[in-house]
C-alpha cells in the first residue's frame, strides 16, 4: 500500500489509498470524519441529551407563543401581555416626520430618509398609543442611530462582499451597542449590561460542561442593605459560576442574548434557555418564583427572538377550564384564578414588640408549590425592519419596571424568605454545581493524542460544543481559578475575546482541548 507524495505543502481533505493487489484506488477519510448517518446518531444524542435536562431541571422542553388563545387564561400570560401592551407607547412627534426630531435625517441622510418615514406610517397605526414621557422622548432620539446602524450593518452582510462571510460577531456588535444604550445608560444604573458571563446551570454534567457562558447579559443589582445572607444559602443565590472574584449573589440575572452565526433556531432557543433556567433557579432561591426572566434567541440569519419564563405551580389544570388539548397535555400549568406568590410588603406581618418581620408559614409551602418552569415566545422581530428594532427596543425598556418590581420584593422582604427556605426547601440552595478544585489553574490546556478519539467520543465533542452557550473556548486568561471583575454599571465593560464559532473553529483545527474544571 503505497501513499501519495507531499510534493506540495497542502492539506487534502482526504487520504487516496492504493491496494496495489487490485489496483482498486479508496478514499479513506481523515480521521475524526463523521459520516451522514453517524452525524444523524449524533443529532439524536443530542437531542435526547436535551429532553433528559429539560425533564431534571423542570422544563417541558415547549416554547409557547404568547398569542395562542389555549394559554390566554394563564395568570403569567396575561401579565406578560400587559408588559407588551405598555412597550407599544410612543412619543407623539414619532409618528410626524415634520418634527424637529426628524430635521437630521430630512436634512443629512436624505437617501435613507424614506426608512423614518416608514417608522412615522409604522407607529400612526392603531396598536400603538401616543406618550408625554418626557424620558421616553429622549430615550427615542437616542435609540434611532443605532437602530438604523443594525439596519445598514444587516443589509451590508446580507448583500455586499458576500463571500466573506458574517461571522457571529459581525451580527452582534451593533445589537450590543443597542444593548449596553437600554441597560447600561438609559435605566440610569437599574440593570447592567455585560458580555461572556460563566453562568452556572443546574444538572450541568449531564451536558458534560462545568459552565455556559452567553453572548451577552442584563443584570439587576441586588439592594445593597438587605442583611448577610447565610453562608449555605450563596451559591443556591447566584446565577455565576463560582470564581474568586465573581460577585456572587449581588446580581440578578434579568436578559440572556444568544446569537447563532449558522443560524440552527433549536440550538440558539435552547442555549438561551440555558441561561433562563440559570437565572428561575436563583429567583427561586430568594423566594420569587413569580418573577420573569426573559431573553432574546438571534437565528436564521437576521431574526430575533424574544423569549420569556418563569415557574408555575404543578397542580393539575381544571380541563373545564382550557381547551381539551391543553388540558392532556403532558406539561402542568396554574389553574385559573391561582393567587401568584405574594410579594414581599404582603409576605410579612408586623411584630408590634419589636417591628420585626416574620413570614407566613403558608407562603413558603405555596413556593415550593412553583416547581414547572415554562416558556413563551414573546414575538420575533427582524433585523432588517426599523418598526421591529424600535418595538425590540421598547419591549426591553419595558421591562425596568419589572426591575424596580424586583429589586423592592427583595428589599422589602429583608431575607426572611431565604432564612425560612433554607430550613423547609434547603435543596433550593442545592442546585449550583460543585466548585472547581484549586488545582485546575493550571490545566488550562492539554494537548490532544495523535491517535484522535472514536467517532463516538468525536460527535459528543461537537454536540457539547455546539449545546452550551458558548462554553469557555479562550485559553489565554479565563482558567476558572483566574480573576473576572465584574465592574460597575458605569464603566463601559470588558474588552471582548473570539468565542463562539470561531473560537470551536480553532479548537478544531489545532486540535487543543479546554479542561473545564469538574465536568471532564
Same mark, same amino acid.
Given at each position: ?5 507531499? %510534493?506540495? $505543502?497542502?492539506?487534502?481533505?482526504? !487520504? ?84 424637529? $426630531? ?98 452556572? !446551570? ?97 437565528? =436564521? ?7 420569556? %419564563? ?39 406581618? %408586623? ?68 432564612? $425560612? ?17 484549586? =488545582? ?15 467517532? %463516538? ?21 479565563? =482558567? ?17 475575546? !473570539? ?15 479546554? $479542561? ?5
Amino acid at each position: 500500500m503505497s501513499r501519495p507524495e507531499e %510534493a506540495t $505543502q497542502t492539506i487534502s481533505p482526504v !487520504i487516496t489509498d492504493v491496494n496495489e493487489a487490485t489496483a482498486t484506488r479508496t478514499i479513506v477519510p481523515l480521521p475524526g470524519h463523521v459520516s451522514q448517518a453517524e452525524s444523524q446518531a449524533g443529532s439524536r444524542t443530542e437531542s435526547q441529551a436535551r429532553r433528559t435536562w429539560a425533564d431534571c431541571v423542570g422544563w417541558d422542553g415547549e416554547f409557547r407563543p404568547l398569542n395562542d388563545v389555549a394559554y390566554k387564561e394563564r395568570p403569567e400570560v396575561k401579565k406578560l401581555n400587559e408588559l407588551v401592551q405598555e412597550s407599544f407607547a410612543v412619543p407623539a412627534w414619532l409618528a410626524n416626520t415634520k418634527s424637529p $426630531q426628524y430635521v437630521h435625517y430630512s436634512t443629512h441622510m436624505k437617501d435613507r430618509f424614506y426608512i423614518v418615514e416608514y417608522l412615522a406610517g409604522y407607529v400612526s397605526g392603531p396598536c400603538y398609543k401616543t406618550s408625554e414621557n418626557d424620558k421616553l422622548s429622549a430615550n427615542v432620539v437616542e435609540c434611532l442611530p443605532l437602530i438604523l446602524h443594525i439596519i445598514y450593518q444587516t443589509h451590508i452582510l446580507e448583500s455586499k462582499n458576500a463571500k466573506l462571510g458574517a461571522a457571529e460577531t459581525d451580527r452582534r456588535h451593533p445589537v450590543d451597542m443597542l444593548g449596553s444604550l437600554v441597560w447600561d445608560f438609559h435605566s440610569d444604573g437599574l440593570v447592567a449590561y455585560r458580555t461572556e458571563r460563566q453562568l452556572q !446551570i443546574p444538572y450541568a454534567h449531564l451536558k458534560n460542561v462545568s459552565y455556559v457562558k452567553p453572548d451577552a447579559c442584563a443584570f439587576i443589582p441586588v439592594p445593597k442593605d438587605i442583611p448577610i445572607v447565610p453562608p449555605q444559602a450563596k451559591s443556591g443565590l447566584s446565577c455565576f459560576f463560582p470564581t474568586q472574584s465573581s460577585p456572587g449573589h449581588k446580581y440578578l440575572l434579568h436578559w440572556v442574548t444568544e446569537f447563532k452565526s449558522r443560524g440552527h433556531t433549536a440550538n440558539s432557543r435552547h442555549q438561551v434557555v440555558e441561561g433562563l433556567v440559570s437565572a428561575l433557579y436563583q429567583r427561586r432561591a430568594f423566594g420569587f418564583p413569580n418573577h420573569f426572566v426573559f431573553g432574546t434567541a438571534h437565528h =436564521s440569519g437576521t431574526t430575533l427572538e424574544v423569549l420569556a %419564563a418563569t415557574w408555575v405551580r404543578s397542580e393539575p389544570v381544571n380541563s373545564g377550564t382550557y381547551p381539551k388539548h391543553e388540558a392532556n397535555a403532558k406539561s402542568t400549568a396554574p389553574a385559573v384564578g391561582q393567587a401568584s406568590v405574594p410579594s414581599g410588603s404582603e409576605l410579612r406581618g %408586623a411584630d408590634g414588640a419589636g417591628g420585626e418581620s416574620k413570614t407566613d408559614t403558608g407562603v413558603t409551602e405555596d413556593i415550593k408549590k412553583y416547581n414547572k418552569i415554562v416558556v413563551y415566545t414573546i414575538e420575533t422581530f427582524s433585523m432588517d425592519d426599523i418598526s421591529h428594532l424600535l418595538r425590540l427596543y421598547l419591549l426591553m425598556r419595558c421591562t425596568w419596571r419589572l426591575a424596580q418590581d424586583y429589586q423592592k420584593d427583595i428589599k422589602e422582604d429583608n431575607a426572611v424568605r431565604i432564612i $425560612q427556605l433554607l430550613g423547609e426547601a434547603k435543596s433550593f440552595y442545592e442546585w449550583a454545581p460543585p466548585p472547581p478544585p484549586p =488545582s485546575d489553574r493550571g490545566m488550562k490546556r492539554r494537548k490532544l493524542n495523535n491517535c484522535l478519539s472514536s467517532v %463516538a467520543e468525536t460527535e459528543q465533542e461537537e454536540v457539547d460544543a455546539d449545546d452550551s452557550m458558548s462554553v469557555d473556548q479562550d485559553y489565554s486568561s479565563d =482558567s476558572v481559578s483566574d480573576p473576572q471583575e465584574f465592574e460597575s454599571s458605569s464603566d463601559p465593560g470588558p474588552t471582548c475575546r !473570539i468565542t463562539g464559532e470561531v473560537a470551536k473553529y480553532t479548537l478544531k483545527n489545532y486540535a487543543h482541548e479546554e $479542561q473545564i474544571g469538574a465536568s471532564d
